[in-house]
């Protein structure tokens, strides 16, 4: 018997989904039994559904003919190679709180064992392909034929020394309204599935609804022995209590709130993300991973949660090398309350609205550290820091190899206070005579983000001086280039380059020196501005236009 052609299939398909989504009463017309059209009906999607099942069989058979796999190649290398497609699908939940789901990525190991027969078997005798499970609910409906493919899915998985990668992730879009208990109800079967491999969890994904889900997902469980990733996000705020965790590497708790967290355990941690947290707990965290803790981001840093007792004694961190801070109210305790010789990135980022950076404490913090900073990163609305302040503080940074300044729009109705102006390019100019020390010497690549509050004629100077120094700032460095990028974040009429600047801007007649200018929408700005003052130009170049 030959194969149906696809198009009929899906024909078929089709017809039976219309059946199945018609929601109406049963036909009475014939003295309360179906009349003879809608029984000719049913009996023929009756035979539809015998045929399709049939042509799945063959397909089957078909497909375990002409199999390398089982003609071929021996069992222990089959069983590989679709470990390795499995492990090769992308993870949907890679990025927190933006899953991107698809049936590939959550149910590969389902797809396979559905090629044939002997695939089946393969793969149902491979426990490591079953050693990652992906759960997306997305209907309620679901939740029970979702729990029983969990269930037979961990029981495959079968080698109690392989660690488990679980991940749990709920539609943002299905909870916009709020569960109620008869709901959560409904999730507990799930959950407990789950949980009854809790011993074996390597990695754990999880982005609930609510602080009732998180409270029904790990009660009962006091330690997980084996878990080194935990990512645990909220679609709403939420508050959580970890269960311990003594061989946690990374962890990532977002938009979780009021949380006390179990810090005692924390020993092998080297990266933390964390957001809405107070002064006292991150202190508190830094403490207790003062020997492991290598990389730490911190949101929405500064909440008042007083879950702790600290002593505010400066605590000298040993390992901490990557360090974000990112929130409205971060006060002068955070930076009295540690210290790291070992800092090689630094950001610090404060939305529109935030309090001004406590400079004094800020600089206390550098000196005491004594860090060699590789990467600093500065954001901040216009009334965050002053342009003398910032300056003192890039003094203390000569390690620096890439700077990023970004400045926001100020909420402030009061006249703005730009910090990024002519002091800074004026720096560079200090360094014109050779027995002058140079500003930032090591400096690679400068990024600038911000409202023109500068001259071009200043930056002009800068780049010359600059393009003099290359030799003496590179001698220590593999590049022998500088690289500045200065995006616009709004334009006026003012704002284009004056002619006799974009001249020599244009002709970007620096050797050792990458020059980049851009207003809104990626637009470059010496170009228009060329366009501007109808500056006419015939090519261009890998170097910038050349003027005519």
């Known amino acids: 018997m030959a194969p149906?052609?696809?198009?009929y299939v899906q024909q078929v398909n089709h017809r039976l989904a219309l059946s199945a989504n018609l929601d109406h009463a049963p036909c009475t017309l014939d003295d309360g039994n179906s009349c003879v059209p809608c029984e000719a009906l049913d009996q023929l999607?009756?035979?539809?559904?015998?045929?399709?099942?049939?042509?799945?069989?063959?397909?089957?058979?078909?497909?375990?003919?002409?199999?390398?796999?089982?003609?071929?190649?021996?069992?222990?290398v089959a069983s590989t190679i679709l470990t390795w497609t499995v492990e090769g699908t992308e993870d949907p939940f890679s990025v927190d709180r933006d899953a991107k789901f698809s049936k590939a990525s959550c149910s590969m190991p389902l797809i396979l064992s559905a090629v044939c027969k002997r695939w089946r078997q393969i793969a149902f005798c491979t426990p490591k392909m079953w050693s990652t499970i992906n759960i997306y609910i997305y209907s309620e409906s679901k939740i029970p034929l979702q729990t029983n493919l969990a269930r037979e899915w961990l029981e495959r998985s079968k080698n109690a020394q392989l660690p488990l990668e679980v991940s749990l992730f709920t539609s943002r879009k299905h909870f916009t309204f709020t569960l109620d208990k008869s709901s959560l109800d409904d999730y507990l079967p799930l959950y407990g599935i789950v949980k009854a491999y809790a011993s074996r969890w390597g990695?754990?994904?999880?982005?609930?609804?609510?602080?009732?889900?998180?409270?029904?997902?790990?009660?009962?469980?006091?330690?997980?022995?084996?878990?080194?990733?935990?990512?645990?996000?909220?679609s709403e705020g939420s508050s959580l209590n970890l269960p311990k965790a003594p061989l946690l590497e990374d962890l990532l708790v977002g938009d979780i709130w009021r949380n006390v967290y179990d810090v005692k355990h924390w020993h092998q941690l080297s990266t933390l993300r964390l957001s809405?947290?107070?002064?006292?707990?991150?202190?508190?965290?830094?403490?207790?991973?003062?020997?492991?803790?290598?990389?730490?981001?911190?949101?929405?840093?500064?909440?008042?949660?007083?879950?702790?007792?600290?002593?505010?004694?400066?605590?000298?961190?040993?390992?901490?090398?990557?360090?974000e801070v990112h929130g409205k109210f971060v006060n002068a305790e955070f930076y009295e309350g540690f210290e790291t010789c070992s800092l090689k990135r630094l950001v610090v980022a404060a939305p529109v609205g935030a309090r001004p950076l406590p400079v004094n404490s800020f600089l206390s913090f550098?000196?005491?550290?004594?860090?060699?900073?590789?990467?600093?990163?500065?954001?901040?609305?216009?009334?965050?820091?002053?342009?003398?302040?910032?300056?003192?503080?890039?003094?203390l940074m000569p390690t620096i190899t890439r700077l990023s300044l970004s400045a926001l729009p100020s909420s402030s109705k009061q006249k703005e206070a730009p910090w990024v102006t002519d002091k800074l390019f004026e720096e560079f100019?200090?360094?014109?005579?050779?027995?002058?020390?140079?500003?930032?010497?090591?400096?690679?690549?400068?990024?600038?983000?911000?409202?023109?509050?500068?001259?071009?004629?200043?930056?002009?100077?800068?780049?010359?001086?600059?393009?003099?120094?290359?030799?003496?700032?590179?001698a220590e460095s593999n590049t022998d280039k500088i690289k500045i990028r200065i995006n616009?974040?709004?334009?006026?009429?003012?704002?284009?380059?004056?002619?006799?600047?974009?001249k020599h801007l244009a002709k970007c007649r620096w050797d050792k020196i990458s020059l980049e200018i851009f207003a809104r929408g990626n637009r470059d700005f010496i170009q228009s501005s060329m366009q501007h003052h109808g500056v006419e130009y015939y090519s261009l170049t890998e170097n910038r236009m050349q003027i005519t």
């Open 4 to 7: 149906l052609p696809d198009s």
């Open 429 to 474: 100019e200090g360094g014109a005579d050779s027995d002058a020390p140079l500003f930032l010497p090591h400096l690679r690549e400068l990024k600038i983000s911000s409202a023109r509050n500068f001259s071009w004629e200043s930056v002009l100077d800068a780049l010359i001086t600059l393009s003099s120094e290359v030799p003496r700032r590179t």
């Open 45 to 76: 999607d009756d035979q539809l559904r015998v045929f399709l099942r049939r042509r799945r069989l063959i397909e089957e058979k078909i497909n375990e003919a002409h199999d390398p796999f089982s003609r071929y190649l021996p069992v222990e």
């Open 203 to 234: 990695r754990l994904n999880l982005i609930l609804p609510q602080s009732t889900h998180y409270q029904a997902f790990f009660n009962g469980l006091d330690c997980l022995p084996c878990l080194r990733v935990a990512q645990v996000v909220s």
């Open 366 to 395: 550098l000196n005491r550290s004594q860090c060699s900073l590789s990467i600093f990163q500065l954001e901040g609305p216009t009334d965050f820091i002053k342009s003398s302040q910032l300056l003192v503080i890039l003094k």
């Open 488 to 502: 616009l974040t709004r334009t006026a009429r003012d704002d284009y380059i004056d002619p006799k600047v974009l």
């Open 276 to 323: 809405n947290v107070g002064t006292d707990v991150i202190l508190a965290i830094l403490v207790a991973t003062g020997r492991t803790l290598r990389r730490a981001i911190f949101k929405n840093t500064g909440g008042d949660l007083e879950a702790y007792d600290y002593p505010w004694i400066p605590y000298p961190h040993s390992e901490l090398e990557d360090l």
